[in-house]
């Protein structure tokens, strides 16, 4: 088969004192996301579906939360560790498909940095992802606004040889 796909998801809470960054892009908010690296949910589950795409596990499996080399982590800089994975398998993004959904800040300003960078990092043009964001509706933990989350789709494509 020369295409796969993979589907990824990560929430993370909100705390004081920590920057909200993602999408590899810091975004100004009294709150940000706590974690063992910086957290950037969108990134994890960006990296998340491309592992799943080709069965290789999760990210915790490559960058274990209780590793303390881990600790701080640039998420871009893991994105750039999976994405070498999928390279040296053979195998190229055709394109992602994100959400992230948080009840503030709003996003919208943010979506087109978000998607340069991730592009940038990817080697990709910008049209080939696409990032998305909405609310909860005040329901459950996002909606209560005490973490956010994201959800991705990635179709990799198998390498001309």
Not at 45 to 60: H, K
Request: glycine fraction near 10%; avoid cysteine.
């Amino acid at each position: 088969m020369d295409i796969r796909i993979g589907n990824g998801y990560d929430m993370h809470r909100l705390a004081p004192a920590r920057s909200l960054i993602l999408g590899g892009v810091t975004i100004p908010h009294e709150l940000g996301l706590a974690g063992h690296s910086d957290a950037d949910v969108l990134t994890h589950a960006i990296m998340d579906a491309m592992l799943g795409a080709l069965s290789l596990g999760d990210i915790g499996h490559y960058f274990p939360p209780n590793d303390p080399q881990w600790a701080g982590a640039d998420s871009l800089v893991l994105l750039d560790q999976v994405n070498q994975l999928i390279t040296a398998s053979g195998w190229a993004i055709g394109n992602l498909d994100s959400v992230i959904v948080a009840e503030r800040p709003k996003l919208k300003p943010h979506i087109k940095a978000m998607r340069s960078q991730l592009a940038e990092r990817l080697s990709l043009a910008p049209d080939q992802v696409g990032i998305k964001a909405t609310t909860n509706e005040k329901l459950g933990p996002t909606g209560r606004e005490e973490g956010i989350a994201a959800y991705a789709v990635v179709l990799l494509k198998k390498s001309p040889s």
